[in-house]
């Protein structure tokens, strides 16, 4: 973890699991059976898994597929939630989460970037994977805990309806059928 890591994690400690699991339950509430929230919920609970996989991997082959797999999917949601999600938040009065919500994904993606270039059974590898997916958790705790769950009074049920499809759509074509889960 790089000293610019440290200090943002020691000035914004991480909210509890506690807090994370009140917020993923307040969301499935809110959630409808295949609705954009749905989607998003369940596509938050594939890269927990795919983050728990990276780090059980036994060798460089199998971490390194399994980051290729994690890359896949944290892309492809990213993409999704960028170009269907985040313009209705910003529309609807939330262009600073909007924009957070931006900013925080591309720095993810650039953070992978640097993962992608450490030795994969290295404790730097797996520094900069706790910190990606610490970064990764306070963003969907964000999203969870009160963006969407926002947006969705905010909407209308044809707006919602719109999202939910072109949420799916712009996922199935970054990841299609590359990613196992």
């Known amino acids: 973890m790089s000293i610019i890591d440290r200090f943002i994690a020691s000035i914004t400690p ?3 699991a506690e807090a994370r699991l009140e917020a993923r339950a307040k969301a499935k509430e809110a959630a409808m059976p295949g609705d954009w929230l749905d989607q998003i919920l369940q596509h938050h609970m594939d890269l927990e898994r795919a983050f728990t996989d990276v780090k059980a991997a036994s060798d460089a082959s199998a971490r390194t597929a399994a980051l290729k797999q994690l890359g896949i999917l944290l892309t492809g949601h990213a993409i999704a939630e960028e170009a ?4 209705v938040l910003a529309q609807n009065g939330e262009k600073m989460h909007a924009g957070m919500g931006y ?6 993606k650039v953070q992978m970037a640097m993962l992608e270039q450490l ?3 290295s404790q730097d590898f797996l520094d900069k994977l706790e910190h990606i997916e610490g970064a ?8 969870e805990g009160n963006w969407f769950l926002d947006l969705k009074e905010k909407t209308s049920a044809a707006e919602q309806s719109r999202m939910a499809q072109r949420y799916a759509q712009e996922y199935d074509r970054y990841v299609g059928s590359e990613v196992k889960v």
Do not use: K, W
Not at 84 to 87: E, F, N
């Open 14 to 16: 991480p909210e509890s």
């Open 84 to 87: 269907t999600i985040y313009p």
């Open 103 to 108: 900013d925080e994904q591309a720095m993810v």
């Open 119 to 121: 030795p994969p059974m």
């Open 136 to 143: 990764v958790a306070h963003h969907m705790y964000a999203e």
